[in-house]
């Protein structure tokens, strides 16, 4: 995984749209961030609930694990671009959009 296609998919999901948040691209809903891009370092942040967390980083400890610290347990969670397959990001960002999308937005998604 790159972070090029970490973009591709974060940006395909509806109404995303790229910002900058401490200096990193994010990508945001409606002015919400559901997740954030470090090309640099080679990984990524998508925003989980708990459980969705615990269940990634259990399914694929490789690529997922808690960020440091508070944010890790609100959800905040990294992803190792090297690791990661591209089906795999690319539930764990809907689940991250759908965190922080507004409902009816979501509805709307699920309808399609």
Do not use: N, Y
Request: proline content about 6%.
């Amino acid at each position: 995984m790159t972070a090029d296609q970490f973009r591709h998919l974060a940006l395909g999901l509806p109404e995303a749209a790229e910002g900058a948040h401490m200096g990193h691209p994010d990508f945001r809903v409606r002015g919400k961030i559901f997740a954030t891009l470090w090309p640099d370092d080679g990984w990524g942040m998508v925003k989980l609930a708990p459980r969705e967390q615990r269940a990634f980083c259990s399914a694929d400890p490789r690529v997922f694990r808690p960020v440091d610290g508070g944010w890790g347990r609100r959800g905040a969670t990294r992803v190792a671009l090297r690791h990661a397959r591209i089906g795999t990001l690319r539930r764990a960002l809907l689940a991250a959009w759908r965190t922080v999308a507004p409902k009816r937005l979501v509805r709307d998604l699920e309808t399609l």
